[in-house]
């Protein structure tokens, strides 16, 4: 009786043990940590960035760079080459110069309504634009926007395969989220465009400004990761209405700011892509970075810096 007792204590104590064990085996960060988050931080390790994209190559482009330059900011900006030498567009020979610093990125070569063309002539255009904008900037041209923001499953189809990497509609979020598929890249508002639309609706004209105010006041005080997505044209700032002062107000309120990363949308575009192709050990106490960036992270609540091309141990 008594040594069935000690068995039975025994067989008691060892699977309370070995329970316990693989309690602590659970809560022990070092043996199994899942539910570490890791969060991306922009490039320097700054909390928000700012894209600022404009579309077409107007004349209007050349004051649009230079108020853009004295505020020491950066834009890309979405070409159609077919068009530069005629009539209120840039020349082909300013192209390089004027956009120096900036992001020369494809707007199609001709401006069509992309879901209405054929498979090859979406092709056609997107790959002839490429060709024209990367002769013209000598570098390669990765990204586009679509005329007139349409697009549809076979256009995005037609594009893939076609070294575009992101493409840029209008459907603005009015949020400032992450881009959630390159290839329908949504933005988070339109540069006091609405405003041009209904020219004499003074009330629609302060109820547009209103918001887009609105928002970048909310950009500036965001407390988490927060992308600010502004497109627009510089046509629609000229002319009756002119907008100018309006842009360069927006300008002054963005500009210098220490949290912000001024960033080009390819820049973004390899940078969450770096940051997609961390290589985490099982237990996330190392992390490889195979690409050229530094990558900023946020791990467990602390930031690292994972240098390009280098392993780091997180502690
Ligand atoms: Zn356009």
């Known amino acids: 009786m008594k040594s069935k007792m000690k068995i039975i204590i025994a067989l008691v104590a060892f ?23 890791i969060e991306m931080l922009f490039p320097q390790g700054k909390s928000k960035a700012l894209i600022l994209s404009f579309d077409d190559g107007n004349v209007a482009d050349r004051h649009l760079v ?25 020349t082909k020979e300013e192209i390089k110069s004027l956009y120096k610093g900036h992001e020369v990125s494809g707007h199609t070569s001709n401006h069509p309504s992309l ?15 490429r060709k024209e904008l990367e002769r013209l900037v000598d570098y390669p041209v990765r990204g586009m926007s679509y005329p007139f923001g349409n697009t549809n499953d076979l256009v995005i189809e037609a594009i893939s395969g076609l070294g575009i990497e992101y493409a840029r509609t209008v459907g603005d979020t009015y949020n400032f989220g992450m881009p959630i598929d390159f290839l329908k890249w949504q933005p988070t508002i339109h540069l006091f465009g609405k ?23 909310d950009f500036l005080k965001a407390n988490s990761l927060s992308l600010f997505y502004v497109w ?42 770096a940051y997609k192709n961390l290589k985490f050990s099982v237990d996330k106490s190392m992390v490889t970075n195979l690409s050229s960036i530094d990558v900023f992270v946020k791990i467990g609540g602390k930031a690292y810096t994972i240098e390009a091309g280098s392993t780091k141990q997180l502690n």
């Open 15 to 37: 699977y309370t043990l070995t329970l316990a064990n693989a309690i602590n085996a659970q809560n022990n960060p070092a043996i199994v940590n899942s539910s570490i988050p």
């Open 115 to 129: 879901t209405t063309l054929s498979k090859i002539d979406v092709i056609y255009e997107v790959l002839e634009d």
């Open 232 to 273: 627009g044209h510089s046509w629609e700032y000229e002319g009756p209405g002119n907008k100018w002062a309006e842009v360069e107000k927006f300008f002054k309120m963005v500009s210098k700011n220490p949290d912000i990363c001024y960033i080009t949308q390819l820049g973004l575009t390899d940078y969450i892509n």
């Open 195 to 217: 405003t041009n639309y209904i020219p004499n609706d003074t009330a629609n004209d302060s109820r547009e400004l209103a918001q887009f105010y609105q928002l970048t006041n």
């Open 66 to 90: 230079k108020l853009m330059n004295d505020y020491g900011l950066v834009g890309t900006f979405h070409l159609n080459s077919n068009k530069l030498g005629t009539k209120d567009y840039l």
